[in-house]
């Protein structure tokens, strides 16, 4: 027998590429390495992936599963002496004034089971082993191991969502852009007792920007409160500690960290986890699509991962459709316009990420873009709007404009890093 | 360890400064200073400092932090909260 669209990868974006293709009647074989539930970093959604999920029919489950509403998100120095609170629903394009925080553990088994009853046969435990692209009319023959044994099945499209595994990018030797960024490394785990955001704040994600650092505060539930500290690779390197320690000492050295974990005890182990970001320089063949991070990996300050994941397997559902209703295979300008809208998504991120990481352009970003709305507008940008409206894009290009300014002149006031050590116990 | 409410400090900025808006109308993201802000001057920041080390015995100290926490009444009940809880 064989599958119209096998799909590597059980997670938001292969859940969501099987559901859409299920849903349009397509037979739809997900291939899921893990057993679910299984624990995944990346836990804050952001409100232009919302739409992904009504398309794919699963909203009004994820709506119904008792995740923590997120409003909006906010940013805070580590010495609490500037903070900058962003609601959604006050952005210049408020269409989705809330969305959640999840823990992954429980939102892909979700988007999986969703995935289920949509039509699509899914496997777990299933790691695949090889693939051989067809070509042509030839199917693809997809070998994977399960149950102790190895099995192979065919299928007319391919869709790799195999996170950053990138599978398809690692068999075919696809070429990367590393996109000029850092090497960051995160050290995360779960607490509970964390101090909470006062009133309606208390859902949003919380960014606490040091010097060179930064952690995030992700409330998963009544008590679960996700912490991860993002640092540089060499700088961590450097320092010749452990990533426990590293976290542990980082928390010691900012008022506003002691302030939020003092009475909380950690629930879980400490993971780690390398953010390299990196883009594939291709996305598509005559019948495979990349979606989510095994297309590309971008730094996960703005909470960007699912939402890409979402739009690009939508974008990927689309392209397989329009090619089944010509009866055609993705023709070389339809894979470089794939690989086009995702790029423009990502680029538009990464300039965010840039100005985020630049101390310059964060002191504009956390203290004086209120002029001309130009919060609104970022705050649009932090909302996953990637399709700019006139007014929002003239905005967007004056706010990165005045990030370059910021570096020689002094349009918002210069941040001051410095903090006190913890006052001592005697 | 008490807490500092948005209440609170909305009755010290009414009674040090001279505001151009009801009390009413001033939320926690309003800016204090500037273009399109509640539109205070040096002399109500001067105020306002004076103010918050008599109700809760905390001093800023300098300049730097002034404009840093004085962004809005926000960013003054969140450093606030902070330095109370490290003050013995």
């Given at each position: 027998?064989?599958?119209?669209?096998?799909?590597?990868?059980?997670?938001p974006g292969g859940s969501t590429a099987g559901a859409l293709a299920a849903r349009r009647g397509q037979k739809v074989l997900i291939l899921e390495r893990e057993k679910f539930p299984r624990f995944h970093v990346g836990e804050s959604l952001i409100p232009f992936g919302n739409e992904v999920l009504a398309a794919s029919g699963v909203w009004p489950k994820v709506e119904q599963a008792g995740f923590i509403v997120k409003p909006g998100a906010d940013f805070t120095l580590g010495n609490s002496r500037g903070m900058l609170r962003l609601w959604?629903?006050?952005?210049?394009?408020?269409?989705?004034?809330?969305?959640?925080?999840?823990?992954?553990?429980?939102f892909d088994q979700l988007l999986l089971n969703h995935a289920a009853d949509s039509g699509c046969e899914v496997r777990e435990e299933a790691k695949v082993e090889n693939v051989e692209l067809g070509e042509g009319?030839?199917?693809?023959?997809l070998t994977y191991r399960h149950e102790g044994e190895s099995r192979t099945v065919e299928a007319r499209w391919l869709v790799d969502a195999s996170g950053?595994?990138?599978f398809l990018g690692r068999l075919l030797g696809l070429p990367k852009t590393d996109l000029g960024m850092a090497k960051r490394f995160a050290t995360f785990a779960h607490f509970h007792g964390v101090l909470r955001n006062e009133g309606a704040a208390g859902g949003n994600i919380t960014i606490v920007r040091l010097q060179d650092a930064w952690f995030w505060f992700i409330p998963l539930?009544?008590?679960?409160?996700s912490v991860g500290l993002v640092q540089r690779l060499d700088a961590f390197k450097a320092s010749g500690l452990t990533p426990q320690q590293s976290f542990e000492q980082a928390v010691a050295s900012s008022t506003e960290l002691r302030y939020r974990l003092k009475k909380a005890e950690r629930m879980s182990e400490f993971y780690t986890a390398g953010d390299y970001t990196y883009r594939h320089q291709v996305m598509a063949g005559e019948r495979w699509l990349?979606?989510?991070?095994?297309?590309?990996?971008?730094?996960?300050i703005f909470s960007s991962g699912v939402m890409i994941a979402l739009r690009t397997a939508r974008l990927a559902d689309a392209a397989m459709?329009?090619?089944?209703?010509?009866?055609?295979?993705?023709?070389?300008?339809?894979?470089?316009?794939?690989?086009?809208?995702?790029?423009?998504m990502t680029n538009l991120f990464l300039k965010l990420i840039r100005a985020y990481y630049d101390n310059h352009s964060f002191e504009l970003f956390l203290n004086s873009t209120r002029w001309l709305n130009l919060t609104a507008a970022v705050n649009s940008l932090v909302s996953g709007n990637t399709r700019f409206s006139f007014g929002l894009w003239w905005r967007i290009q004056l706010f990165f404009i005045l990030c370059r300014l910021q570096k020689r002149f002094k349009i918002a006031p210069r941040l001051d890093f410095s903090d006190r050590p913890a006052p001592s116990r005697s | 360890m008490a807490d500092v409410s948005l209440d609170d400090l909305k009755q010290l900025l009414v009674e040090n400064c001279m505001l151009k808006v009801s009390p009413e109308e001033i939320n926690e993201d309003a800016p204090l200073f500037g273009p399109g802000s509640l539109g205070l001057d040096s002399i109500d920041a001067l105020q306002l400092t004076v103010a918050i080390e008599r109700s809760y015995g905390i001093a800023i100290k300098d300049p730097a932090t002034a404009r840093q926490v004085l962004q809005s009444l926000g960013s003054l009940?969140?450093?606030?909260?902070?330095e109370l809880a490290e003050t013995p």
């Open positions: 027998m064989i599958y119209d669209v096998a799909v590597i990868g059980g997670g959604f629903a006050r952005s210049l394009s408020p269409r989705f004034p809330t969305t959640f925080q999840v823990e992954r553990s429980k009319q030839t199917p693809h023959r950053r595994d990138a539930d009544g008590e679960k409160t990349l979606v989510g991070d095994a297309a590309g990996f971008i730094d996960p459709e329009k090619a089944d209703a010509a009866a055609k295979i993705l023709s070389p300008a339809e894979r470089s316009r794939y690989l086009r809208e995702v790029r423009k | 009940r969140h450093w606030l909260s902070r």
